[in-house]
């Protein structure tokens, strides 16, 4: 059965069997890869990849630059916020400069720092949409690739506001008329004291709704996390009464200063206090909209016992964390509930990915974002014999990935640089390399015959051959049913 379908497979893959196609746009939480970091005192971006695989970013050679305002044809003052689009467009939001740029790696030399790689996307003071931003405080990337900007008000100028951008007229920019919108207004510019509202991380939900996070300085607005889901009055945005409500007020006390967010596939919110130095965990277990401060619905994950300033939390698709620190030293820390106790209370579940005391480049993390991994999804996964499997791949702009299969899985095997392997190399086959569209994506129809030796199940990775970081998709195996 394995050695016919891999057969198949080989033969779809022919030269001239296949165009790039357009490929259905991922969620943000697809999968991980390389790092990207700003902070406020490198004028640029990050690149962090561990080509060693030995669990940090601390070794020569894995800091690069991405961008530099120094080499690049933008200035940045202070970027506060990184974040990547399912098209891996990369979106950095500068609260000095006041706008948005966007790069790309194209030419896949690393960087986004050659001629038409990055370019303004959203500029608070010439977009024609009259939408001010004059301090930008986070970024995030919808499963549609609208870009959603979290803004706080200053003494000047703009809405307390989570704010949505699409390039409309694809001309590489959200600065037409229309292109970009209040999502959901917190507070209108001067209707209330500077500071009774200042909206920090905002997030997309697995149900696409924006979560974002709270820490209004003069108790009008209680601090923690709110949910914006447009569903009284259905119009594409969250500015009717009931559309913006209090989804989570922590419990704890103190002086809290809520900054970095995370929402994970199943729901689960992780919440920084850089003010009380924790690390809040919280999920909706029964589905009533929102989360009941205590246990069993919030955790203290896990309370630090010196001071922290955290600024950015991600969750890895192993199920750890990583938190942005400034501090001496600067470092990106892990956490890791090894024991599934569901907070860290073990001293082999807190490390570091990266640490400026022994890295090469010294960054003070402020933002930070994954690049995505090649992709590989099968639709409809089981197929039945006779029906029409499609492979769609994904990965960076241009690339061409391969597809590889294998007549058994394995667990994950680590294979420098390149990830993990995880299919035998014993009968372990390359069946063809295409080539990914301008978004980095393509898809495969495959039929599969009639033919009852076909039944079972194949293990399948694809391969971006990307020559500054060739990378594994994880492990897909493809079923097929009588």
Known sequence: MRLSLLALLGGALLPGALVAQSFSKLTPFASNLDLLVVDTTYDGVWRLSDRNQDGDFDDAGEVTAFYDDTLGSFVLTNPTCVAVAPDETVYVGDSTVD????????????????????????????????????????????ATGAVIVGNASTSSLGDDVVIRMVDGNANGDANDAGEAFSYGIVQVYGSGALGDSIPTRARVGPQGDVFYAEVGSTGVIPKGVYLMRDDVVVNGNCNDPGEIRPYWIPSGGGNPFFWGLEVTNDGTLFLTDHGGYRIWRAKDLNNDGQIQPGLPEEILYYQIPTRSLMWEVLAREDGAILVAEDETPDRLMIYRDLDQSGSIDQANEIGTVYDASQAIHVIRPRGAAFLRRPTLVATPNPVRLGQTVTLSFAGGPGSPVGLFASIASLPSFPLPPYGELELSPIGLVSV???????????????????????????????????????????????QIRP
Do not use: C, K
């Open 432 to 478: 063809g390399v295409l080539g990914l569209n301008g978004a980095g994506a393509a898809t495969l129809p495959i039929g599969i015959p009639i033919d009852p030796t076909l039944v079972g199940t194949i293990p399948l990775q694809s391969f971006e051959l990307d020559p500054f970081r060739p990378h594994l998709s994880r492990r897909l195996d493809a």
């Open 99 to 142: 706008y948005i740029l966007w790069m790309r790696d194209l030419n896949r030399d690393g960087d986004a720092l050659d001629a038409g790689e990055h370019g303004i996307f959203f500029d608070s003071a010439t977009n024609a949409s009259l939408i001010a931003v004059p301090s930008i405080q986070s970024l995030t990337v919808d």
